[in-house]
């Protein structure tokens, strides 16, 4: 059990070793908020003057997104070593079975907990603040970080199961894209065609927005949490059974 | 006689089991401890698919297969324990430099990080990787990529190695160095299975040879033991004159190629008297040469000729 800890811990070192063998690829993940933060604050949240209303509703609309699009590394990098025969390799090796998959996700866990960091350092520069208390703003983080995780869990089944790393990409891109853009998490759903309005009622990732704008700067609605609490435990329900399926199929 | 590796009646199916046929058929094959197996066939013969049973990948759908004493399916961990494997294409994560790969297995298997350390400077030496070793392997040549991956197969000191078609898209100078690799490492006792679609590469390295064709075995023995199934030495003569030729076909019945007749010899005493014949008949030849038959002769009439 603890060779397995250990050997999982290492293949977590592993996986953040790129970050910093190449520099370009960490400042983009840490800059990656900022850019999102000037695009929605400045270029379109900019035009009606009220600079810190923007700020105050795109903001956690901008953490929800990037940790939500980070999720896409896990399967990539599954993919990418099944790809590639480096897990092939592991397989051969006397090490547990679970440390492969148990590394990777460690290590995405940790990347996620850096970039929603990270956004929450540049929103402080550009004008946020937590309006409510450090309890409330633990809690709309750890929303943030359960349903990342629940859809980590989903890619890394698309890894698991697809034929190659830009299939895999490219899927994960077009269910992550309509989920959150095609959300409340930059602009209000009033004014929208009907189906669009349905949709971002129905999309967990509003309610996730909703619930973390509400647990940062006030005016929470309750149901907001639950809805997204149950879609959470929904998609893990879902993606990690089949997940885990999947993987042992390609470790057996 | 001590075998490393010992299978029987290996079979295995990929996708629909009554659609197409096997990928392995039937196959027997056996390696002598501390020597190399040789194992040639065309491409989609089931090289790589008995490799990838052997190393406990892919499960057979029948027959068993022993490796360093213990079975593949069944006890897959204490197989592991002994096996290194190198595939066809590297197998290094390209994101970490030459070092860090092999201080990922080091730690992976368990040594102390200076252990490990010394291992990794050990094996970026001895296959000359030292200068690349701090850069991402992503940048590195495809001969320093092989010889990264054989070092990474090597820091577990396997007993057992699987190298599948590891000088594939090597230049010959990098094939050289890595065959001189692998008679260092079977000179320490290590037991290493080669595929190769290379008949001199089998020829050079192989103290056995397994031929495998869709799925079944089509010859085994050593080198020289198959050389010998496809008939022993050949005479090659070719006459001095054009117009000759036919004279020469008729003595020596068959056909010429391009000039030249050659005929299986079955022991060495016919030779001279074929010449002899040759020179009744008043042929005179330009040249005349006895050659053993080579492995593409052998490779040739086993697998149907059909490359």
């Known amino acids: 059990m603890t060779t397995a800890l250990s050997q999982s811990l290492t293949l ?10 190449s520099p370009g690829q960490f400042a983009g993940m840490l800059l990656q908020p900022v850019f999102m933060i000037v695009i929605f604050v400045y270029l379109f949240g900019g035009s009606g003057g009220d600079r810190s209303g923007a700020v ?4 956690p609309g901008v953490l929800v997104q990037v940790a939500l699009m980070s999720t896409i590394t896990t399967g990539m990098n599954l993919a990418t070593d099944i790809g590639n025969g480096v897990f092939d390799r ?3 090796m006397p090490i547990a079975r679970s440390a492969p998959l148990a590394g990777r996700v460690m290590a995405d866990l940790l990347t996620l907990v850096i970039t929603v960091a990270m956004s929450l350092l540049v929103g402080y520069a550009v004008g946020f603040r937590v309006t409510t208390s450090p309890f409330a703003a633990l809690a709309g983080i750890g929303l943030v970080l359960f349903l990342s995780m629940a859809l980590s869990w989903g890619s890394a089944w698309l890894g698991l199961v697809a034929k190659s790393v ?11 894209l309509p989920l959150t853009f095609g959300s409340s998490a930059f602009v209000p759903a009033t004014d929208m065609p009907g189906w669009l309005t349905w949709w971002m009622g129905v999309n967990p990732v509003s309610h996730l927005a909703g619930s973390l704008r509400g647990l940062l700067g006030g005016g929470l609605r309750v149901s907001d949490v639950w ?3 149950g879609w959470t435990a929904a998609l893990f329900a879902l993606f990690a059974p089949l997940a885990l399926r999947a993987y042992n199929r390609r470790v057996r | 006689m001590t ?12 996708g629909d089991a009554s659609a197409s046929r096997p990928a392995l058929d039937g196959v027997d094959l056996r390696a002598r401890t501390g020597t190399v197996l040789g194992v040639l066939g065309p491409n989609g013969a089931g090289k790589t698919t008995a490799v990838r049973v052997l190393a406990t990948l892919t499960a057979p759908d029948a027959g068993r297969a022993l490796v360093g004493g213990h079975d593949v399916t069944r006890q897959a961990g204490k197989v592991r324990e002994l096996i290194g494997l190198t595939g066809q294409y590297a197998s290094v994560d390209e994101k970490l430099t030459g070092t860090q790969n092999l201080l990922l297995m080091g730690r992976l298997l368990g040594l102390s990080r200076a252990a490990a350390r010394a291992r990794a400077a050990e094996l970026l030496a001895r296959f000359g990787l030292e200068e690349a070793a701090g850069r991402a392997a992503s940048g590195y040549s495809g001969g320093m990529r092989r010889r990264l991956d054989l070092a990474v197969s090597l820091v577990s000191r396997p007993r057992i190695l699987f190298l599948d078609e590891p000088t594939t898209g090597l230049d010959p100078h990098a094939r050289g160095d890595l065959w001189d690799v692998v008679r260092e490492l079977t000179a320490d006792g290590v037991t290493v299975l080669l595929t190769t679609q290379y008949l001199e590469e089998a020829d050079q390295l192989a103290d056995d040879l397994l031929v495998i064709d869709r799925g079944r075995v089509a010859a085994a023995g050593t080198p020289d033991e198959l050389k010998a199934l496809a008939g022993g030495h050949r005479l090659d003569v070719r006459p001095l004159l054009a117009t000759d030729l036919e004279k020469t076909e008729a003595v020596l019945g068959a056909t010429a190629v391009e000039g030249r007749v050659s005929v299986p010899v079955h022991d060495l005493s016919e030779p001279p008297a074929l010449l002899r014949r040759l020179d009744d008949a008043g042929v005179v030849l330009a040249e005349h040469a006895l050659r053993l038959p080579s492995l593409d002769d052998v490779f040739l009439a086993l697998t149907g000729g059909d490359r």
């Open chain 1, 12 to 21: 977590a070192w592993r996986s953040l070793i790129p970050l910093r063998n």
């Open chain 1, 56 to 59: 105050a509703y795109m903001l």
């Open chain 1, 90 to 92: 592991f397989r051969t």
């Open chain 1, 166 to 176: 830009t299939s895999m990409q490219g899927l994960a891109t077009a269910v992550l």
């Open chain 1, 227 to 229: 809805i997204t609490l």
């Open chain 2, 3 to 14: 075998y490393a590796i010992e299978a029987e009646g290996l079979v295995k199916r990929y």
